[in-house]
């Protein structure tokens, strides 16, 4: 009796109606449509993309060209060294400088020193804002007349000293801008995880006379493990992915070239050119090996 | 004995230690606050003021002059408006897309569900410099087929698509992480009582959705308000831009009148600013469940 009741069960779990089946399908399908005829079809024809010669308007006017785009940026193209230059010293400023600082702010916040609900609000009020009002704002900071000049002594808007001009401290200077954002939210995001610690690890580790930064290396960096990775793979995905901040304080006259803007001033406008796939293609192969470590890292129960 | 009297130094170097971080966290988050207030600073006074008495004098007046200018030459309302039809339908959509797909990856076992979640989280994280071209061939070819060329290109509709097909990947990566701490026996109760997919997902699912969906509804939305790149590329009459890239255009056209642009530019960050302050915790949540799984 009980096993044939179980069967029952079983048969009426597994099987789906007909109107089941739609239902399904259309929960997956049209998500999935959507998601891979706007994002990775187009993806896939930009990689074949690179390896034509077009102008962008007609599908017949598309030429194989082989490697010659990428030989041409290889080759012909110092821009594409200053760029790649560029997003390096990004990523490093940001991978050894700026995300460290966010972490440690992070664990300074979440010990609850004082006044510590103030800070998680102030160091994250960067991150809400936009990159173009980031912009304006770092203009009346930096630009003629702004807070700076005056301080350096140069109140006039003729007389002020070119900033992002200037090559020498340009790279600091927007790096700076960068951090000023990307700190308050590797902050709140490590802020997330460490709520998931076991205070009692660390009162442990109190007890047993461990000093705040022993605690910080020995019993919390090894509980976050996961977190430090995805916040590791965030940072370097970011680094790559640069563009607005450059794209609001030089517009497209590439002052401070990097792949994301070359990607840009390429395609973008009437003479649209296929070195700018090719740059879009480099750009990819360079985030593919993040976007690995991030999926093994979230995923990591599901794919064993 | 000694033990005690090394745990007493131990706490008191601690203490003066704690009391040095503070106060370098104090100092920077005065500095991290500067550029902003001021900004609000100088939107509050008259540009003549500062062009005759130099950017530190003693104001003779404060006043929201500026901002009463700067909202009607600068058409922020309508701006503003755009912003706001492109991001509320974009990150209603998301959600309910991302929640598709997670309920039925976490309540059915399927062979494809991990390559699902997997196409849907690589794209979201995808260089948006990778899919431009095409896409933006792909809308102009579209409008030509359907005899309207702006049915995506140049429209609304067409930037809010591309928000969804891109953000749903996180949506649908939070939300089946938080599903999977939601116990199976849920579900299977509502199968054995017969219950179809669609009523399991409406009536049994959705409403035990309500945290996830709240964190990312208020995360969502400043993402996509603050969103720049496909604004830029796929917008092309000035009537339709979103504030994002309507202030950069601003900032051109206003490129002499601080006072001015500042009142813009702090009138296009009060939103978010608004959205941050009301729904902190929404923000923390959703970047935790983003960040830790489960």
Known sequence: MTTTATKVKTRRRRAFTRKDILTLSLFIGVPTFLHVFWVWIPAISTIGLSFTFWNGVKLSDIKWAGLANYNTVFTASPQFYDALQNNTYWLLWFTSIATPLGVLLAYQVDRAIRGHKIYESVYYIPVVLSLAVIGIIWRFMLGPAGLVQVLLGHPGIEDAIPIFGNYSINTYVILGIASWRHIGYIMLLYLAGLKSVDPSLREAAAIDGATEWQTFRKIVLPAMAPVNTIIIVITVIESLRAFDLIYIIYGTSTGWPILGMLVFVNIYGQAASMLGAAYAVILFLLSIIPIVFYLRTVFREDIK | ??????????????????????????????????????????????????????????????????????????????????????????????????????????????????????????????????????????????????????????????????????????????????????????????????????????????????????????????????????????????????????????????????????????????????????????????LTLGSTKG
């Open chain 2, 1 to 286: 004995m000694s033990g005690i009297v090394k745990d007493q130094k131990y706490r008191n170097r601690q203490k003066y230690k704690d009391a040095l971080i503070t106060t370098f966290i104090a100092i920077f988050a005065v500095v991290w606050m500067i550029p902003i207030l001021w900004t609000f600073w100088t939107s509050l006074r008259p540009y003549s003021d500062i062009i005759q008495k130099g950017v530190f004098s003693r104001p003779d007046t404060l006043n929201l002059r500026n901002y009463a200018d700067a909202y009607r030459l600068m058409n922020i309302w309508e701006y503003l408006s755009n912003s706001f039809i492109v991001a509320i339908p974009a990150v209603f959509l998301t959600l309910f897309f991302g929640s598709l797909i997670a309920f039925v990856v976490t309540r059915y076992s399927f062979k494809f569900n991990l390559y699902l979640l997997l196409l849907f989280t690589a794209g979201n994280l995808l260089p948006v410099q990778l899919v431009y071209a095409p896409l933006f061939k792909m809308y102009i070819w579209i409008g030509d087929l359907v005899g309207n060329r702006n049915i995506l290109y140049d429209s609304y509709l067409g930037v809010i698509l591309i928000h969804v097909a891109l953000q749903v990947g996180f949506a649908t990566f939070v939300m089946s992480s938080y599903m999977k701490t939601i116990p199976k026996e849920i579900s299977e109760s509502a199968m054995v009582d017969g219950a179809s997919v669609f009523r399991h997902y409406w009536n049994v699912i959705l409403p035990l959705l309500r945290p996830p969906l709240a964190a990312l509804s208020v995360l969502m939305t400043t993402w996509i308000y603050n969103e720049f790149f496909w604004a830029i590329v796929l917008i092309k009459s000035d009537n339709k831009r979103p504030i994002t890239s309507a202030l950069g255009r601003l900032q051109g056209e206003f490129v002499t009148d601080f006072n001015l642009l500042a009142a813009g530019a702090i009138m296009a960050a009060l939103p978010t600013l608004i959205i941050f302050f009301i729904l902190k915790r929404q923000f923390v949540s959703g």
